[in-house]
């Protein structure tokens, strides 16, 4: 059984009253240049679909697709992480549908998208530890690309992710400030919960060692910090990897303002339900940007191969 208790007696989350090092860690920034190459161009009417990549907080090329509408020169912009498993390609409809109404996107590749490659990367509790802080430092670099865009009001920021993507997400939302707000799909408390999922032998002393080393940088740890941003959950009746009463856990942990919601569906979350109730949430939010006058927006910096 996990332990939900991620605020120690003082009523600071774990990490806090040690100088802050997890907040540090989580938000160290790179100063590699805020640029991208140009692989491809793809558009359907007003909506511009472009295949990029760029450096990540290593310098390694990391893919996406940034999703623009076309025929506005201002507008916000969401951040899509994926499940695992799962790729950047997953919420590409649901992206060129967002542009279709004057929100862009910005459809970052996880390093859960290489499989079981990834997985055979996690090991030790510490060793995970860093790979999900260095993740999610990730996620923070892609949303410096995604802002990069000379059309992105800065102001206009959502993130959406997707059960891994949904814990990394929660995390990312209480830890940088540029999110305004944020769709929580199929997510858990704890990373220890991805561990149980995979490893059901996971138990007594290692299970508890476990849990202490991934506690001071759980979702449950910072999701009370995303207050006052509004926080939109979307769990599944049938899911078949988070347990109700873990999931209702992560919903607890946030403040207010925040929307709860469950489906009639599994983890994998295929319904149409769902998606438009998240489509509606975020354009009430983001709004729906500005027609383009005269000129051009532009394109963000970029290198054709």
């Known amino acids: 059984?996990?332990?939900?208790?991620?605020?120690?007696?003082?009523?600071?989350?774990?990490?806090?009253?040690?100088?802050?090092?997890?907040?540090?860690?989580?938000?160290?920034?790179?100063d590699l240049a805020l640029e991208a190459d140009l692989v491809g161009t793809t558009d359907h009417g007003p909506v511009s679909v472009m295949d990029i990549t760029f450096a990540g907080i290593d310098g390694e090329r990391v893919q996406a697709y940034q999703v623009v509408p076309s025929d506005r020169d201002r507008f916000g912009t969401v951040l899509f992480v994926h499940p695992e498993p799962g790729n950047r390609s997953n919420f590409l409809s649901e992206a060129t549908r967002l542009a279709g109404t004057g929100i862009a996107s910005f459809l970052v590749e996880a390093p859960w998208a290489a499989g079981e490659a990834w997985v055979q990367t996690l090991g030790i509790p510490e060793q995970n530890r860093e790979t999900f802080i260095d993740a999610i430092r990730g996620l923070s670099r892609a949303l410096d690309i995604a802002i990069a865009h000379p059309g992105v009001d800065p102001h206009r920021v959502a993130c959406v992710g997707h059960s891994m993507g949904a814990l990394c997400a929660a995390v990312l939302a209480g830890v940088d400030p540029r999110c305004r707000a944020c769709v929580l799909m199929a997510g858990a408390p704890s990373f220890t919960d991805v561990a149980l999922a995979n490893l059901p032998m996971l138990a007594g002393d290692e299970l508890a060692h476990y849990q202490e080393v991934m506690a001071p940088i759980d979702p449950l740890t910072f999701i009370a910090q995303v207050a006052p941003t509004p926080l939109f959950f979307q769990f599944g009746e049938r899911d078949q990897v988070f347990s109700r009463e873990r999931s209702e856990t992560f919903a607890a942990g946030a403040?207010?303002?925040?929307?709860?919601?469950?489906?009639?569906?599994?983890?994998?979350?295929?319904?149409?339900?769902?998606?438009?109730?998240?489509?509606?949430?975020?354009?009430?939010?983001?709004?729906t940007g500005y027609r383009r006058m005269k000129g051009a927006t532009g394109r963000p910096p970029v290198r054709r191969r």
């Open 1 to 30: 059984m996990l332990d939900d208790r991620a605020i120690d007696s003082a009523g600071r989350p774990p990490g806090e009253g040690e100088g802050g090092e997890w907040l540090e860690r989580l938000t160290r920034r790179t």
């Open 255 to 287: 403040g207010d303002p925040k929307l709860v919601h469950w489906y009639d569906t599994d983890h994998a979350f295929e319904s149409e339900e769902a998606r438009r109730d998240r489509l509606e949430w975020l354009q009430a939010r983001l709004g």
